[in-house]
């Protein structure tokens, strides 16, 4: 089953960067600005769904919320206000997905943070799971998964 076109790269084993992706852009490296405890109890956590279901697909990346994003350094680099993460099982036909603030949190506050990839898609104006029928899409999109935590 195929899904949108997306970046596909690896986030090594302390979620700080995602090396090595294969995108019609060229070879880009990306400097992961999600290091928090939660980011690695999260990244844990999806190994393990991964090797427990055998196939997963796996997208994570930036969500500015608000006006105007805070910006870093003399070349003004935006800070993402959010982090979002969507897991989608393709055999099952499940999915969850977080919508998680870019501040310290503890990891027991990760449930808090699951929402449903419609949110997720009003965000950061992304189509997820787009070529899934439409009924199947707009069930499994709209559900908040909570139990797969």
């Not at 977080?98 to 501040?103: V, Y």
Request: aromatic share 8%.
């Amino acid at each position: 089953m195929a899904l949108a076109p997306c970046l596909r790269a690896h986030v090594d084993e302390n979620a700080k960067r995602i090396t090595r992706p294969t995108h019609p852009g060229g070879d880009v490296r990306w400097q992961l600005v999600c290091q928090h405890v939660r980011c690695r109890v999260l990244e844990k956590r999806v190994r393990q769904w991964v090797s427990q279901r055998g196939e997963l697909y796996v997208v994570t990346g930036p969500v500015y919320i608000g006006a105007r994003p805070r910006t870093l350094g003399k070349n003004g680099v935006a800070i993402p206000s959010h982090f979002y993460k969507v897991a989608f099982d393709p055999v099952r036909i499940e999915a969850i997905a977080f919508l998680l603030p870019n501040k310290r949190l503890s990891s027991h506050d990760l449930p808090r943070f699951i929402t449903s990839i419609d949110d997720i898609e009003q965000a950061t104006g992304l189509d997820f799971l787009q070529n899934l029928s439409d009924p199947v899409e707009d069930i499994v999109e709209s559900t908040v998964q909570n139990r797969l935590w």
